[in-house]
């Protein structure tokens, strides 16, 4: 359901202001949505100055030097820093995207806030709960499935047909496209989101899959596929360059083409 | 949301409260806003021209507040949310058909010339219809 505030329990209070560091003279500051289960009570943005002469050069780099200078109990998900494993997905400056590929030279001027990826369950500070997330994208069961008996060697597929899945098998799975959709926000619990049905269309075009109708089956209801409205808000963030409204798109194609 | 243990007391992260909002998106909400003035548009449009075969009594009243200050206004934005409303249907047909104006940056001018066409069309069809 549309609801456009947020519950009593995740409002987010004024919290701390951490203390500057000293003798930097290329200060940044940075507000950041914190959030500690032990202690309970709600969500508060803490305000951290941090020294760009120092930090790097990426948003992840930002967020550890927070950690080892300023405040060692902030907590965020981090692996690859380098745009591959997708775990430190959030939403910098308003604006989902993964912090590590995030440069500062990007962002608006200004106060620079980082909090978790949105209407998802806070863990605990940029920590979502991406339970949901994934279970969507098992629904749509990406892998390959076929009655024919597996050839001797491997599945084979033309040139032309692999190119079908470029723009589609790049997906990291990071979740910033889904937790961008505003129709993800209000039906998140319904809608499978555009990562899902991105990855749902990586199947349904691949040449070797002899499931398409079935697939097509699992999306055809009110609220799996079509609440996309395509407002493209998962375009726009995607930090590989993808294109999930597109994929959608294609997928409504499909359903009709076969009515037809 | 989910389905494991402990997360009905989980905070849900801000949405709408940090967003930054891109074109295409303010034009989404924007087609849908139009889409329902439009109906309710249509009943004022529908009672002026009910009034215009009445008679010249009662078209004369209902002129009266259709072209009053307000009245005015309100016939202004109409015309803004028709045409709006009409050029991005346009758009999701391209969308929905050929599958075509996908690109995020490409969707974004498309947005903008959505806005100026609906603004400045409007404007141009109160201006002729001024002249008249």
């Known amino acids: 359901m549309v609801q456009l505030t947020l519950p009593k329990n995740s ?63 902030l907590a965020f998900r981090r692996s690859c820093r380098e745009g591959v494993c997708g775990s430190c997905a959030m939403n910098i400056a308003g604006r989902n995207t993964i912090a590590c590929t995030k440069g500062f030279d990007d962002l608006p001027k200004g106060v620079i806030t980082i909090s978790p990826l949105p209407s998802q369950p806070v863990v605990r500070d940029l920590i979502p709960d991406l339970t949901n997330f994934y279970a969507q994208h098992a629904y749509v069961q990406p892998y390959l499935k076929t009655d024919t008996p597996a050839p001797e ?53 691949d040449s070797r899959d002899e499931a398409t109708g079935e697939r097509l089956d699992d999306l055809e209801d009110p609220f ?37 | 949301m989910s389905g494991s243990s402990g997360a009905d007391a989980r905070p849900l992260s801000p949405h709408l409260q940090v967003w930054r909002p891109h074109v295409t998106m303010a034009a989404s909400i924007t087609h849908r806003i139009t889409g329902v003035a439009l109906y309710f548009g249509t009943f004022l449009i ?39 409303h009409l050029v991005n249907g346009i758009r999701h047909l391209l969308w929905d058909g050929p599958n075509i104006g996908f690109d995020p940056g490409k969707a974004s001018a498309v947005s903008v010339f959505n806005y100026a066409f609906a603004i400045l069309g409007a404007a141009a069809i109160w201006f002729a219809a001024a002249g008249l």
Request: aromatic letters at 12%; a positive charge; charged letters at 20%.
């Open chain 2, 46 to 84: 529908a009672g002026w021209i009910i009034a215009l075969a009445t008679g010249a009594d009662c078209y004369g009243a209902i002129e009266g507040i259709l072209f009053s200050w307000v009245g005015s206004v309100i016939l202004y934005l109409w015309a803004v949310a028709v045409l709006f």
């Open chain 1, 224 to 260: 799996k596929l079509y609440r996309c409205h395509t407002i493209m808000n998962c375009a726009q963030v995607c930090p590989k360059g993808l294109n999930p409204a597109k994929a959608i798109a294609k997928i409504k194609h499909m359903m009709v083409e076969r009515v037809s």
């Open chain 1, 153 to 205: 060697k491997e599945w084979k597929q033309s040139e032309a047909d692999r190119e079908e899945l470029n723009g589609l098998y790049e997906c990291i799975l990071c979740a910033s496209c889904s937790t961008s959709c505003p129709s993800y926000w209000w039906n998140g619990d319904k809608y499978l989101g555009p990562a899902a049905l991105l990855q749902a269309y990586r199947w349904l075009i």
């Open chain 1, 11 to 73: 409002t987010v209070r004024k919290g701390k202001t951490w203390p500057k560091p000293q003798g930097a003279t290329n200060l940044r500051q940075f507000r950041i949505y914190r959030y500690n289960p032990e202690e309970g009570g709600n969500p508060r943005w803490d305000t951290y100055w941090v020294d760009m002469d120092k930090a790097g050069t990426m948003i992840l780099d930002v967020l550890l030097y927070i950690k080892n200078n300023i405040d060692p109990t």
